[in-house]
């Protein structure tokens, strides 16, 4: 076996090719990741409050109703 050439003291990034587009691609990459799940996130959240404000609105109509209705029942009984 054959021992490691040296090449001197510092930095390995002297002597290694540094790639700096394939790791300007991948922070990119990882930073549309991070958006996309905070969008993600986000519209969840809206899309539970829609739901939340659905439920409301239709327990609204249904109580109208029922108010009218009752109404309406009371008058005729008294007739």
């Not at 002297?14 to 996309?36: G, K, Q, S």
């Not at 327990?59 to 008294?78: N, S």
Request: hydrophobic content about 50%.
């Amino acid at each position: 076996m054959s021992a490691p050439v040296s090449r001197g003291g510092g930095s390995r990034f002297l002597y290694e090719p540094f790639d700096v587009a394939n790791v300007r691609i991948d922070a990119t990459e990882r930073v549309f990741d991070e958006r996309w799940k905070a969008l993600e996130h986000r519209l969840d959240s809206i899309d539970a409050a829609m739901n939340r404000l659905e439920k409301r609105i239709w327990l609204a109509v249904f109580g109208t109703a029922a108010f009218f209705l009752a109404e309406l029942a009371q008058r005729i009984m008294q007739l």
